[in-house]
């Protein structure tokens, strides 16, 4: 009774929607469900990731013409409470048997709460916050990344600021709505501290667009180095405003400030920004040059950002997990399941650099440091030790 | 409410007020700024709060409905004066010959304020009109309703897009060979880029990094690059855009209090306001007068739009969600109905929210205004400059 | 190959899920329609008491995260917490009532949206909560492994919200139809010459006002161990809105009008969003949305059944054309 109830809800609805074609089995590609902020706040991030994604398929389709796959995007416009149901459709009803999202870690933590229940690997391009590999209580084990984690990237910055800035006194700027940015901070503020240092904190909201009172508070400290630990449309809207009540103070940052919108968005500045990330376009590494250039043949000369190559090199995980997991399945359709197993423990070479997927199932990777002045130089490669 | 509570609420203000006050005299607060610059940071930002109020405060006079979409004529004036700005080229015009700019911005203004005052009309008549009688709850609705939808709309049409984007500021602009050499500078040139998207976007690409001085070997690359289009970036000054912020809102205010007092149109609203029934027996064009107060709260919005975007530095279609709200409490504290009070409410909510953010915690600022708001309402419901509640039986 | 339009596939999954919404806010518009359409006040704070209900039931399960899902324990702690967040969202109710409810008309929407955004910063900024961020609320019946599993589970909660849906359906039937119900009615019609026959107005509206409260934190309660993961950002003034906006669809006073309305907009929502209609209807979506709240209230500015509730209309029809 209950089954045939379902069978004809069911029934109805498709009729209603004029779809519901039963996938062939000779033509049952792979499905890669993709959720990333293709609108709103962080755009640039997710159209990026995209683009990168996209060079990369492009390339796989020719490349192995016996791997089927589909990529099936979807926008969950910057906002957090959009990213569990459209994580959701993409599994239920785009039959998605790996999804690759999102950027902003808060965002990624809703996807991954429903893929550990669905049973479906996650593989995030960019979100840096420890949690989501740490809390496997919460997010499962079934969670990986192509980017280093915040432990990581706040550390080397605190040694950069103390090193190479030669500060003594750094203020952060934090928002607490965002796990990347609460969790940057801390990990910069004990590597700071632990090297003699003191940081004081102070937070925003990105709700709100008028940092004057903050940015004249935060001058009024007195710090040799500020850290914005945060996005980019927060972060560029500040460094403007910061012209006067900053002078002369370093202004740091994490991969959130990697966007082309950073600097039009901060205007005319003197500031010296820096800040880590996985990729430079400015950097001479003949791969990541050759990346370049096949993005900019692609985007009409744009250079392409970290997302972007941090897409590239996700599109290519993929891929390289499902080769693997296909020996594992003999050849036929991966599982979810086998994915998994396969993303575990997964050896390329990116663009990013080379990337080995450790127990944190996360790769360990070299951060750039990126000076942002005028438009974003290679500053610095550091290897992780 | 016990008369105790009441007597605690009622001295708080004034406790704070001291504080400030001692504070001020005090000086220093840290770092060289003193209490006196978060004054006129506060001022600046409460300016910006009373020209959305005003919007708020007369339609709510008027026709007592809280017009949730007023935010949304904010944000559709800033961008009518986004487009005027960035097509009149004002990216290409040299800050020391100051007249250019300043026409540009008149002209942005007065699109601004045009554009936001005619989408209110048309809302107004679209909308409101039709659902004025069918009760508050159901007009409620219907804002809140125009005001997802002229946001979302905004996010889809093409030519605006749901990214921010940042606000066109003056450059100085020369030709390659113009620049004296050696001369330090930032060297920007346009180019034309195509976004993920597919939509043809016009960027700077920097040709030239900062710290480096037009040598001749650069000018040549410049040169070889075609670079005709060569600049150096200026801005307005914060002083500059906060002053010219805070005397529009005195001039506005003036006009405004004029309007209303001193000519025909002012008097049918003040009479609509009292009374619509009886106004419109005596031969007031009710709606005419209803379209009117429209328009005018528009009119403000967009100024207030552009003022708002100006300083900041960007806009985006969720430009008008945050002043919106924050002047919709602006015009509840100062007494909604009250064009006085909703300039007082702006100021006092913009001084006290940068006061607070300055002084005790920039966590807990956006509680604040609702906090007020709140104790505002329990005290004084008619707001600070309210006239006294009286309920017609 | 890829596309941005991928075949969307109906499956029993997306129903069910649907059918959750349907009841969580058939449960929350129940709840506001004791406050606005019986009790005549005017509240745009509804989430706020959804917020508290779903966030002192999630602390509490958070608290028990060491619970074998499934077991004895684990059904007692999702039942405690259940009255645990009914309590303290009425506590709230009560808290927010006394005071505002002196206030009229617009002037007590204004107080209870202020309201809803305090309850929403006070918790951004309460670590103890997650803060801004998410608070994770353990799996205390049930902890689905694979979409089978979470095909149970679905069903599952589909079973829960309907009854409790059922529950707080009848008992607002029952209140409104009791002398109390009467009495709240009479201030909603008229609270002076409700005042003026000896009708203690303040009181009634105060119960009226804290049972509402009660019943959305029911409703969050529901909400967060079906979610399992809550953040401010779901509570935010758009939820009030949105609840309200069934309210008023289904029309003030309605019982069946307003579950009547909370299937048609949350259904709406979802086939918008799932881009069943094609693509270019599900990129415009919010746009619909929207056209679709102007339009419902343009038309039919008092709801899609008014007063009346389904039956009526029914036995209106049953006598023929005498009654109209």
């Not at chain 1, 590609?29 to 994604?53: H, I, R």
């Not at chain 2, 007009?139 to 125009?146: C, I, K, N, P």
């Not at chain 2, 015009?331 to 109905?337: K, N």
Request: proline content about 4%.
């Amino acid at each position: 009774m209950r089954r045939s109830l379902r069978a004809a809800t069911v029934a109805v609805l498709a009729l209603l929607g004029g779809v519901a074609t039963p996938a062939r089995a000779a033509d049952d590609p792979l499905v890669v469900g993709v959720v990333l902020p293709m609108s709103g706040d962080n755009a640039t991030f997710g159209q990026e990731s995209w683009n990168g994604l996209q060079i990369a398929a492009k390339e796989l389709e020719g490349k192995d013409p016996s791997f089927a796959f589909k990529l099936v995007l979807s926008d969950e416009q910057s906002k957090r409470e959009q990213v569990a149901p459209q994580t959701k459709q993409l599994i239920e009803n785009n039959g998605a048997s790996i999804v690759v999202g999102s950027v902003a870690s808060s965002n990624t933590m809703q996807a991954a709460v429903v893929c550990k229940e669905a049973g479906i690997p996650l593989l995030t391009p960019a979100s840096t916050n420890d949690k989501l590999t740490a809390e496997t209580e919460k997010y499962g084990e079934d969670v990986f990344r192509v980017c280093f984690k915040d432990s990581f990237q706040g550390t080397m910055l605190g040694r950069f600021a103390w090193k190479t800035l030669h500060a003594k006194k750094a203020v952060a700027l934090v928002d607490k709505g965002q796990a990347y940015s609460v969790g940057l901070s801390e990990q910069f503020t004990r590597e700071f501290t632990a090297l003699g240092g003191k940081v004081e904190t102070e937070y925003y909201t990105s709700a709100d667009k008028d940092y004057t009172t903050l940015v004249q508070k935060v001058g009024g400290m007195k710090p040799e180095v500020i850290l914005i630990s945060g996005y980019y449309p927060q972060a560029g809207p500040m460094i403007k405003l910061s012209k006067d009540a900053w002078k002369g103070v370093p202004i740091i940052g994490g991969d959130g400030l990697d966007s082309p919108d950073l600097l039009p968005l901060a205007g005319e500045t003197d500031a010296q920004v820096y800040f880590t990330s996985h990729f430079v376009a400015s950097d001479e590494d003949p791969v990541v040059q050759g990346f370049v250039k096949k993005y900019q043949e692609a985007y009409a000369g744009a250079d392409p950002g970290a997302m972007a190559a941090l897409g590239y090199d996700a599109m290519y995980a993929v891929y390289e997990a499902a080769k693997k997991a296909r020996a594992a399945a003999g050849g036929g359709k991966p599982t979810p399941k086998q994915l998994s197993a396969a993303l575990r423990g997964l050896e390329f070479t990116g663009v990013t650099g080379k990337i080995v997927i450790g127990p944190d199932r996360t790769p360990r990777k070299a951060v750039v440091i990126v000076k942002a002045s005028g438009a974003f130089q290679f500053f610095e490669k550091i290897q992780p030790e | 409410m016990s008369p105790r509570l009441r007597l605690l609420l009622q001295a708080l203000p004034a406790l704070a007020l001291g504080y400030v006050v001692v504070r001020m005299l005090v000086g220093d607060v840290g770092g060289g700024t003193t209490l006196l610059d978060y004054l006129s940071i506060g001022v600046t930002q409460g300016a910006i709060y009373a020209f959305v109020a005003l919007g708020y405060t007369m339609v709510y006079g008027i026709i007592r409905l809280i017009n949730f979409a007023h935010g949304e004529f904010f944000m559709a004036g800033a961008f009518a004066g986004y487009f005027v700005l960035r097509d009149a080229g004002i990216e290409r015009w040299a800050l020391p010959q100051p007249w250019p700019v300043l026409l540009a911005y008149l002209a942005a203004l007065l699109a601004a304020a045009l554009v936001a005052g005619t989408l209110a009309l048309v809302a107004e008549a679209a909308c409101y009109r039709p659902i004025r009688k069918a009760g508050r709850v159901a007009a409620l609705l219907t804002a809140v309703g125009l005001s997802l939808l002229l946001q979302n709309l905004a996010r889809q049409w093409p030519a605006i897009g749901p990214t921010q984007r940042p606000w066109p500021a003056p450059r100085m602009w020369a030709a390659a060979d113009e620049v004296p050499s050696p001369a330090d500078a930032h060297y920007y040139e346009l180019k034309t880029f195509t976004s993920p998207t597919g939509e043809r976007v016009e960027r700077e690409k920097p040709v030239v990094f900062k710290g480096a001085t037009m040598t001749p070997a650069v000018r040549q690359r410049l040169a070889a690059e075609g670079g005709r289009n060569v600049f150096r970036k200026g801005e307005l000054s914060r002083t500059v855009v906060d002053r010219s912020i805070v005397l529009m809102l005195a001039a506005a205010a003036v006009g405004l209090w004029f309007l209303v007092q001193r000519t025909r149109t002012g008097k049918a609203m003040r009479a609509v306001s009292e009374d619509m029934a009886a106004a419109r027996l005596m031969g007031v064009n009710v709606d005419r007068v209803i379209a009117a107060t429209f328009f005018l709260g528009a009119f403000l919005a967009g100024l207030g739009g552009v003022a708002y975007c100006a300083k900041y530095g960007q806009v985006d279609p969720l430009t008008g969600f945050m002043p919106g709200l924050k002047a919709f409490i602006a015009a509840v504290l100062g007494g909604i109905g009250s064009i006085p009070g909703a300039v007082v409410g702006g100021l006092f909510l913009g001084v006290s929210e940068n006061l607070f953010a300055a002084e005790v915690s920039t966590e807990w600022k956006d509680v604040l205004a609702f906090v007020l708001l709140v104790v505002v309402l329990l005290l004084k419901p008619t707001g600070l400059m309210g006239r006294p509640y009286r309920e017609k039986v | 190959m890829w596309t941005l339009a991928a075949e969307f596939q109906f499956s029993w999954l997306w129903v069910a899920e649907v059918l959750v919404g349907v009841a969580l806010y058939a449960m929350l518009a129940a709840s506001l329609n004791l406050v606005t359409g019986f009790g005549g006040m005017f509240s745009l704070g509804h989430h706020g008491f959804f917020a508290v209900g779903a966030y002192a039931a999630g602390w509490m399960a958070s608290l028990a995260a060491s619970v074998e899902p499934g077991s004895a324990a684990g059904w007692a702690v999702f039942a405690a917490s259940a009255v645990f967040a009914v309590a303290a969202s009425a506590a709230a109710g009560l808290l927010v009532g006394l005071p505002c409810l002196r206030l009229r008309g617009d002037y007590l929407a204004i107080a209870t949206l202020a309201f809803g955004e305090i309850v929403r910063i006070v918790i951004q900024n309460t670590p103890a909560l997650g803060g801004s961020l998410e608070l994770n609320v353990p799996r205390l019946v049930m902890r689905p492994r694979g979409l089978a599993e979470v095909e149970s589970f679905r069903e599952l909660f589909l079973v829960v919200g309907v009854a409790a849906l059922a529950v707080v359906l009848v008992v607002i039937r029952n209140i409104v139809r009791s002398a109390h119900g009467r009495a709240v009615v009479s201030v909603r019609e008229d609270e002076i010459a409700s005042e003026l026959l000896g009708v203690p107005t303040t009181r009634y509206k105060v119960r009226a006002f804290v049972l509402g409260a009660a019943f959305a934190g029911l409703a969050g309660w529901y909400y967060a161990h079906y979610t399992g993961s809550i953040a401010p950002a779901n509570f935010d003034m758009l939820v009030g809105i949105k609840i309200l906006l069934i309210v008023v669809l289904g029309g003030l006073g309605s019982l069946t009008g307003t579950v009547l309305a909370a299937a048609v907009l949350v259904g709406l929502e979802r086939l918008l969003q799932s881009g069943v209609f094609g693509e270019d209807l599900k990129r415009w979506m919010q746009v619909e949305y929207a056209l679709i709240l102007i339009l419902v209230m343009l038309l039919r500015p008092h709801g899609l059944l008014g007063r009346f509730e389904l039956g009526d209309l029914f036995r209106r029809r049953a006598r023929g054309g005498r009654a109209a």
